[in-house]
């Protein structure tokens, strides 16, 4: 007697193939990764935004966002030193050498200072620690030519306009739904047409004047969704469980783009501007003479106050 199984296959449920969310195929995220950094500065180039926000990307221009990777050339370095001495000293980490890192290496950093890196290959992670390290070579040894290429390119990778008006324009993806690939998210205007070839609609961002926008990068502390969690910036956890419970009740925005009078030249302590509306500093002194003037020296006591006028703790990022 022959004796058959029959095996059928179980239909596959969904969102075994696919992550949760309607709309998330159609972000600029979920396109293909991609495999250079040319590719992924394309993905976000802001070049068409010029021509009819000349001003507001001559603000951002000169802002921290504009050059969120490279920095003054420190923050480069800094993810350098996070490999050197972090995850090359790390037991379990993968990496033994600049090769080895991937994009979930660098999202320690990146998540804030490159958030879009997550939609590009371990490829383009090797490219930028490459890069870095390759420009730190090139400025040690004076080789000017070979440094201002590698900064250029290390420039390209930024906080722009796409990553702020598309990309992490809606927090709460489920409730408002995804950012569309053809849409740009502003503080007004609700769905109305917009003059561009690829981004042919403008919609209200419901979170774009709200401190929670801001809170995607300047954050809350330690990073648990990371394998290896980081502990950053603090400044959204600060506002919202010290300045707000106090009664405050002003938005980054408003501190940061309108009272500053910088718009989208967003700045911290760098800028007078920022950090003399951040502290107010109050001195009092009085001279001490005593009475034997063959041996006087000068001497004073000082007392200064300094009182935080931040809406969170400063330090901080």
């Not at 739904?177 to 769905?191: I, K, S, W």
Request: charged share 25%; glycine share 8%.
């Amino acid at each position: 007697m022959i004796t058959g199984i029959l095996v059928v296959a179980a239909p596959a449920l969904a969102g075994d193939d696919h992550p949760a969310g309607i709309g998330r195929d159609q972000t600029l995220a979920a396109r293909f990764k991609a495999k250079t950094i040319a590719e992924l500065v394309a993905r976000y180039d802001s070049e068409s935004c010029i021509e009819c926000h000349e001003e507001a990307h001559e603000q951002w221009s000169e802002s921290a966002h504009s050059r969120s990777l490279f920095g003054t050339g420190r923050t480069a370095l800094t993810f350098r030193t996070a490999i050197l001495n972090g995850l090359m000293t790390w037991k379990a980490s993968g990496v033994e050498e600049l090769k080895d890192v991937r994009v979930e290496h660098l999202m320690g950093c990146a998540k804030c200072h490159l958030p879009q890196l997550a939609d590009a290959t371990d490829d383009v992670a090797r490219e930028i620690v490459e890069s870095i390290d390759a420009w730190r070579t090139a400025y040690l040894d004076e080789d000017d030519d070979k440094a201002d290429e590698l900064e250029e390119t290390l420039l390209s990778l930024n906080i722009n306009c796409l990553v702020c008006h598309n990309r992490n324009a809606i927090t709460h993806k489920w409730t408002d739904g995804y950012p569309r690939t053809d849409t740009v998210y502003g503080l007004a205007g609700g769905d109305i047409a917009h003059e561009d070839e690829t981004f042919s609609r403008k919609e209200t961002s419901p979170i774009m004047g709200a401190s929670i926008f801001c809170g995607q990068c300047h954050g809350e502390g330690p990073n648990f969704e990371l394998e290896n969690p980081t502990q950053c910036a603090t400044a959204y956890g600060s506002y919202l469980f010290a300045y707000i419970p106090e009664g405050g009740h002003k938005t980054c925005q408003q501190c940061h783009m309108e009272e500053s009078g910088l718009g989208h030249n967003m700045q911290s302590y760098r800028a007078k501007v920022m950090s003399d509306k951040a502290v107010a500093m109050e001195v009092t002194t009085q001279a001490v003479v005593w009475r034997d003037v063959s041996t006087m020296r000068p001497k004073a006591t000082v007392e200064i106050d300094l009182t935080n006028q931040a809406g969170h703790g400063i330090p901080d990022g």
